[in-house]
């Protein structure tokens, strides 16, 4: 609906909110800034407050749909096992996560208060933990490693030095992109793990390495609380190992892929940056000694 006509946005969530069963409608639909790939509002009807997120990175993709229901099934595991995070509403129709209005396909959650992002990166590995406990660890092949031979030396070197992972790793259902940005620290000090739309099969220690540099901001020893944290609360203790970095560095570059046909330079010089801050030999010699 970016773009359209006030009144029929209105007209389009007015029988969002009926599809969903969500109650009769007592204030006007809130658009919520700050979204990079989808469009949210925050709905308030006679039965509480919800978020209302129009798809649209990639929703006029063939697998799209079978992707959000299968993360979905991922974030409804989850969420019965007492991982904190928004209540996802599915279509009462369907018991689907999406349903398509009109021209759009949309998802609701209930509606949660706190300020995103913010917080120690050790309450983003103890999050994580909990989501990697309900997310049934087995044994499996690693995710085929990013090329970044487009980037130049210095970025496929990097890719190249943190593809060698072992033949077969630890793998669990997860969240798959647990940044800052993706988190909301609620009043009573909770952190909650929101945006479950990519949800799906990760490298155990290969995720705990990425949040923990994604939230520790370049400090090594933010970081290694990171880690410590992470095992102490069940996490797999992960190895002084280059490999370990290498779901970080595959996200990035899947990003900096889309993002130079698909988005801007900005987005472009912003994610090489990220890449060539990272310091792979600085971060392995913090990596608690028990690892």
């Known amino acids: ?8 946005r209105a007209v389009v969530m007015a029988e969002v909110v009926e599809r969903f069963g969500l109650g009769r409608l007592t204030a006007e639909p809130v658009p919520v800034p700050g979204g990079l790939s989808n469009d ?33 099934e991922i974030e409804r595991r989850a969420l019965h096992a007492g991982v904190a995070m928004p209540e996802p509403v599915p279509d009462p129709l369907t018991g689907r996560a999406l349903s398509r209005v009109r021209e759009g396909l949309f998802r609701v959650h209930r509606w949660a208060d706190g300020e ?16 990697h406990a309900a997310g049934r660890p087995r044994w499996d092949r690693p995710e085929p490693p990013w090329d970044g031979t ?22 669990v259902d997860s969240h798959r992109d647990l940044d800052p940005k993706n988190t909301l620290r609620r009043p009573d000090g909770v952190l909650l793990a929101l945006d479950w739309d990519a949800a799906g099969p990760a490298g155990a220690v290969q ?11 370049g400090d090594p020893g933010a970081f290694a609380a990171a880690l410590l944290a992470y095992e102490c609360w069940g996490g797999t203790p992960v190895p002084r190992e280059p490999w370990v970095f290498g779901g970080w560095v595959a996200a990035q570059g899947g990003w900096l892929d889309h993002q130079s046909t698909h ?13 060539q801050k990272l310091d792979v030999d600085q971060l392995l010699r913090v990596t608690p000694a028990g690892s």
């Open 263 to 275: 988005g801007g330079d900005a987005e472009v010089e912003a994610t090489l940056a990220r890449l």
């Open 207 to 217: 995720e705990a390495a990425a949040v923990a540099v994604d939230w520790s901001d």
């Open 40 to 72: 949210l509002w925050q709905v308030i009807t006679e039965d509480g407050a919800y978020a209302v997120k129009r798809m649209l990175l990639n929703a006029d993709r063939p697998d799209f749909v079978a992707n959000v229901e299968a993360a979905y």
């Open 150 to 171: 487009r980037w130049g030396a210095e970025i496929a070197g990097l890719a190249r030095r943190v593809a060698a992972a072992p033949d077969r790793v630890l793998v």
């Open 116 to 131: 995103p992002g913010v917080g120690p990166a050790t309450d983003a590995a103890e999050l994580l933990a909990t989501i």
């Open 1 to 8: 609906m970016r773009g359209g006509n006030c009144q029929g």
